[in-house]
């Protein structure tokens, strides 16, 4: 074999090997043109190859197979670089084809551009001999034409994307390196020198690199098994064929009976030769060319996996910084976002805590250009740009200043750059590479998908936090708030206020919903405005606004409060109708450790409040008064009396027909009234608390008046369907107080009689502390005296047992710290028996 056979199988050899890497990776659309590409050089140099070899049928055809695999190769040419600028190959593309083809057709039949060269036996060599004619400067011209116009593709899109100037550097030099090697062979002294096929080889290399540095593939598929396999085996055989000769002569000079095993020998010596050299092929990849790419690789797998969890914008940031620190031979990282109101990139976060972070990158900076356009560029490249000449002086020392080595963008829809990231070169001889840049580039495409969700997320967490209308605080999200901002001030104040918008249903029916959205909404921002950033506002109902602040006392909560009212008062003053469209506030004020124990009862207090100043005639400020009553309870019930009497004579009015009905209810609901009412003032809760857990206490059965006589007063043990009647009195009674506004304050108690403290009672089978404060008095009240009652199926228990049993279901279905009050005052004789009260007279 001469020297143009080994050249051509050593070409043949590489591009079975690039043609394997490629086959492994995904296909896109340059990959399947290089596969072309691939496939006219292997016809060229194969041809070439078998043609030295004077391989069946004939030279000849080898010879035309090698011309026809060169022409063909300079329109797969064209077609490879019009994918790999992302530009359409058009109709060019289909008439160099037609011209190559023409030309391959009249070569072959006439040999008028170049015929098949002559074969010259010269005993111990044989010389082909080419008739150089002037047709050949034709083909040079076809080809040249057809290359020429792919280097102008390649020009223009380096003009609009100078970015990818390290990209288009290799396809550049492989095609001039090509031309020259087939240009050189008309020149005398490479003659019978294999220049062509290795311009080929060399031509194919650059175009693989510049292939690599797109990421379309990556490098670590030649250590691949299958491709380590097939270059064990050809080297091999490279290797055997050229010294089986020597080798078989000098083991049988050492071993005169191995002829007898030749092949044994052979096959041994072959496939362990073979294993050697896809082991030795496998270890030069993986630690001359692909190590970098696999640490790269394998960081951006753990990034990809860590930031899918993530949600929170600041822990995908830190993650990706340290990420590309990890990564990257990098000095510093800094990530920027977008400002929404300014639209500049404001630095948000670096791996150097130390660093200012002050600064920010304009919107309409040429780095930002360019960045929108190219997604990645180095600094380097971004100094031959024209948009660099364009920057401002200023701009300019700030990049130096900090450095930086390169920018990637964090993409978003439709072209939308929300952020960007900037490194800076690291220490030393360490410098930002290229294939850095694109690895930052597959980083920054992770980080901006994962941002993108986290916006989602923060979204929809927004949107279930806050009120369509007004923008506030929504009440599921306020309620969460109370609970933890009640834990974490409990060495300090926390009050409650709530803003009730009086007569807002007559509002709307006078100047209509939209009127009323706008009145609520223009309310929502004199309280948000007045609070600013010293609690929290949220619409609490249809007209209710909430407003909870930390550190607060009740004097500068009134202050707010009258601020709040006095502007909610003038808020449509400039009206033509202001008159008529006065809004006014009944609002109630609660405070905590003072007023509540549990963020239950601050809201119940302040909604107490509000209560009290809309039957006082609304337009007022009311401050719930908690367990410090004044020492004269006479002087304070007198206080409050004209706020309950107006209801006085419904309650009495309701009670007769219960009595009408049954006049065990009728007495065992005073006797609750007046256990319940003897348990809250030893429990320390003020005249009003006391003046509505009597109220309950006396209408908490009313729900029993449409229960048949035959179920109330039946002698045995009550059916299951009988059982389910008794339980829907507390339904009952709710409906019927519903329909009496003036009184639906005293609702929580009524409904919650029958709960369990350890949430197995009903209605809504609730337990512990969210069973309102006086629902769980009338639990006790209304239990101690259906035990100490008789009736006329059971008889009544003695003190004794009743305080008994009381002890017991502590904690269980009654309070654990209201029981041990009520007990001690059965037994110091504080609270009395109804029975012995009746017969006392009381």
Same mark, same amino acid.
């Given at each position: ?94 008439? *160099?084809?037609?011209?190559?083809? =023409? ?25 082909? /001999? ?21 280097? *102008? ?62 990421? %379309? ?11 380590? *396999? ?11 064929? @050229? ?16 002829? #007898? ?77 977008? @400002? ?10 670096? #791996? ?8 920010? +990158? ?131 104040? %926390? ?37 600013? /950033? ?35 008062? @003038? ?114 809760? @003020? ?51 519903? *329909? ?14 029958? /709960? ?9 089978? +609730? ?18 005296? =259906? ?7 059971? /008889? ?6 009743? +305080?008994? +049993? ?37």
């Amino acid at each position: 074999m001469d020297m143009y056979g080994y050249i051509s199988a050593i070409a043949l050899f590489i591009y079975a090997a690039i043609f394997l890497v490629v086959l492994a990776s995904r296909k896109t659309r340059e990959l399947w043109s290089f596969l072309w590409l691939l496939v006219t050089m292997v016809c060229w140099a194969g041809g070439s190859m078998l043609m030295r070899w004077q391989v069946a049928p004939s030279y000849q055809v080898w010879y035309h197979v090698s011309i026809a695999g060169l022409l063909l190769m300079a329109c797969a040419y064209y077609r490879f670089l019009s994918d790999f600028v992302e530009k359409a190959a058009g109709i060019w593309e289909k008439i *160099y084809l037609l011209v190559m083809a =023409a030309i391959i057709a009249v070569n072959v039949k006439t040999g008028f551009f170049l015929a098949a060269p002559r074969l010259l036996d010269r005993g111990d060599e044989v010389v082909f /001999e080419y008739t150089i004619t002037w047709p050949v400067l034709l083909l040079f011209v076809a080809v040249g034409w057809v290359m020429a116009h792919s280097l *102008y593709h390649l020009w223009s899109a380096y003009r609009e994307r100078p970015a990818y100037r390290g990209q288009f550097k290799p396809v550049t030099q492989g095609i001039v390196l090509m031309f020259a090697g087939h240009a050189a062979l008309l020149l005398p002294v490479f003659a019978g020198f294999p220049i062509d096929i290795l311009a080929g080889v060399g031509n194919a290399l650059l175009l693989f690199y510049a292939l690599v540095k797109k990421r %379309l593939f990556k490098l670590r598929l030649l250590a691949s098994e299958s491709v380590c *396999y097939m270059v064990g085996l050809m080297l091999t055989f490279i290797l055997f064929y @050229n010294i089986k000769p020597y080798l078989m002569k000098n083991l049988e000079a050492l071993v005169p009976a191995a002829g #007898d095993y030749e092949v044994i020998l052979f096959a041994v010596f072959f496939f362990v030769t073979a294993g050697i050299f896809s082991w030795l092929w496998r270890k030069l990849v993986n630690n001359v060319f692909v190590r970098e790419e696999n640490r790269q690789s394998e960081a951006l797998n753990e990034y990809s996996t860590a930031v899918a969890r993530l949600l929170n914008v600041q822990d995908i940031l830190e993650k990706t910084v340290e990420v590309i620190r990890e990564g990257a031979s990098v000095g510093g990282v800094y990530v920027c976002t977008r @400002n929404a109101a300014t639209g500049d990139y404001d630095a948000r976060y670096s #791996d150097q805590p130390l660093k200012d972070l002050s600064f920010s +990158i304009r919107a309409d900076s040429p780095l930002v250009r360019v960045l929108r356009r190219s997604q990645c560029i180095s600094w380097r490249q971004f100094e031959t740009t024209v948009d660099y000449k364009a920057m401002w002086d200023s701009e300019k020392n700030q990049l130096r200043y900090l450095r930086v080595a390169g920018g990637v963008a964090l993409t978003g829809e439709e072209g939308d750059m929300p952020g960007l990231i900037l490194v800076s070169e690291g220490q030393g001889k360490h410098r930002v590479s290229g294939q850095d840049m694109q690895w930052m580039l597959s980083v920054a495409s992770v980080a901006s998908m994962a941002l993108k969700n986290a916006a989602l997320y923060e979204q929809a967490y927004h949107e279930a936090r806050v009120d369509d209308l007004t923008g506030l605080l929504n009440r599921k999200h306020f309620l969460q708030v109370l609970e933890e901002q009640f834990e974490t001030t409990r060495e300090s104040t %926390l009050a409650l206020m709530i803003v009730n918008v009086d007569d807002f249903k007559l509002y709307n029916q006078l100047y209509g919903q939209k009127e009323g959205d706008l009145a609520l909404r223009r309310i929502a921002e004199i309280i948000r405005s007045s609070v600013g /950033e010293n609690g929290f506002v949220a619409r609490y109902s249809g007209k209710e606004f909430a407003v909870l602040l930390p550190r607060y006392d009740v004097l500068a909560t009134r202050t707010l409060a009258e601020s709040i009212r006095d502007q909610v008062f @003038n808020m449509n003053r400039r009206t033509v109708d202001h008159k008529l469209k006065v809004l006014t506030l009944s609002i109630g004020i609660s405070a905590a450790p003072f007023d509540a124990s549990t963020s239950r009862e601050l809201m119940d207090n302040a909604d107490m409040a509000v209560y009290h100043v809309k039957h006082s005639g609304k337009n007022g400020i009311e401050i719930f008064q908690s367990v410090l009553r004044k020492a004269d309870g006479e002087t304070e019930k007198a206080d409050h009396a004209h706020i309950y009497q107006e209801y006085e004579q419904t309650v009495l009015a309701l009670m007769a027909a219960i009595d009408a009905k049954d006049h065990y209810t009728f007495s065992h609901s005073h006797n609750v009234a007046y256990y319940a009412t003897s348990l809250a003032k030893a429990a320390g809760l @003020n005249a009003d608390m006391i003046e509505i857990v009597r109220q309950a206490a006396l209408l908490h059965d009313i729900g029993k008046i449409g229960i048949p006589e035959t179920v109330l007063n039946k002698n045995g043990k009550l059916t299951e369907e009988e059982y389910g009647q008794m339980q829907g009195h507390v339904e009952a009674a709710v409906g019927i107080i519903r *329909y009496l506004p003036a009184l639906d304050y005293i609702i929580p108690a009524v409904i919650g009689h029958h /709960e369990r403290y350890d949430g197995r009672g009903y209605p809504r089978r +609730i337990g512990g502390e969210d069973i309102p404060l006086l629902a769980r008095i009338l639990c006790i009240a209304d239990s101690f005296d =259906a035990m100490t009652s008789k009736r006329c199926y059971k /008889e009544a228990v003695s003190l004794e047992r009743g +305080i008994q +049993i009381l002890t017991e279901e502590a904690g269980r279905q009654f309070d654990p710290k209201l029981v041990p009050v009520f007990v001690a005052e059965l037994k110091r004789g504080g609270i009395q028996l109804a029975s012995q009260r009746k017969s006392a007279g009381q």
